[in-house]
């Protein structure tokens, strides 16, 4: 059965919703954090010849989804997805849902955190794999999950025939350009 990158990221709103209210609370201190997260657009973070290098496919401007949240002490996130400009085999979509948290707010982390909790509740969810990237990243066989800083972004692609071990190694270099590009803004 083909996999589809949007059926995981509606699965990860899902899982992130559930922990806005624990992850923007204040860490439970008893301290009001009256913040705002930072507007990040999803687009500007990869260019489609980032892209094109890292899939061997040439992708079309991506196409940024209106933003959800980002009122008083709640995450906000933005969703941008790429398409190949041809349907031939191994064709690509990448979708990128990048969320930031109230500074401090320890968002990024229950972020990750809502992924493994899934797989345990989950037994059909596959449990995330570790990788060393970001502050920190898992993989959950479909999608990068990457946390930095008060942002965290998940990113996936589906290609036609997509082997596993490729969609790990191609959604890990699309999270070091998004990386970099975070951290030189």
Same mark, same amino acid.
């Given at each position: 059965?083909?996999?589809?990158?949007?059926k995981?990221f509606?699965?990860?709103t899902?899982?992130? &919703?559930? #922990? @806005?209210p624990?992850a923007?609370?204040?860490?439970?201190s008893?301290?009001?954090t009256s913040?705002?997260?930072?507007?990040?657009?999803?687009?500007p *973070?990869l260019?489609?010849a980032d892209?094109?290098k &890292?899939?061997?496919?040439?992708?079309?401007?991506?196409?940024?989804?209106?933003?959800?949240?980002?009122?008083? +002490?709640?995450?906000r996130?933005?969703?941008?997805?790429?398409?190949a400009?041809?349907d031939q085999?191994?064709?690509?979509? #990448?979708?990128?849902? #990048?969320w930031?948290w109230?500074?401090g707010?320890?968002?990024?982390? +229950?972020y990750?955190?809502?992924?493994?909790?899934?797989?345990k509740?989950y037994?059909?969810?596959?449990?995330?794999e570790p #990788?060393?990237?970001?502050? /920190?990243?898992l993989w959950d066989?479909?999608?990068?999950?990457?946390?930095s800083?008060? &942002?965290?972004f998940s990113i996936? @692609?589906?290609?036609?025939?997509?082997?596993?071990?490729k969609?790990k190694? /191609?959604s890990?270099?699309?999270? /070091?350009i998004v *990386?970099?590009?975070?951290?030189?803004?």
């Amino acid at each position: 059965m083909a996999w589809f990158p949007r059926k995981s990221f509606v699965l990860a709103t899902l899982v992130a &919703v559930a #922990v @806005l209210p624990a992850a923007c609370s204040g860490g439970g201190s008893g301290k009001s954090t009256s913040t705002r997260a930072a507007e990040i657009a999803a687009c500007p *973070l990869l260019a489609p010849a980032d892209i094109q290098k &890292v899939v061997g496919a040439a992708m079309s401007e991506g196409k940024e989804r209106e933003p959800a949240g980002g009122g008083e +002490n709640e995450g906000r996130m933005t969703v941008c997805s790429w398409d190949a400009t041809s349907d031939q085999p191994g064709s690509a979509i #990448v979708t990128l849902q #990048v969320w930031s948290w109230p500074a401090g707010s320890g968002g990024g982390s +229950n972020y990750l955190e809502s992924f493994r909790q899934a797989a345990k509740q989950y037994k059909d969810l596959p449990t995330p794999e570790p #990788v060393k990237l970001g502050e /920190e990243a898992l993989w959950d066989g479909k999608a990068m999950h990457v946390r930095s800083g008060d &942002v965290s972004f998940s990113i996936s @692609l589906s290609e036609k025939g997509l082997d596993p071990a490729k969609g790990k190694e /191609e959604s890990q270099a699309l999270a /070091e350009i998004v *990386l970099g590009k975070l951290s030189s803004s």
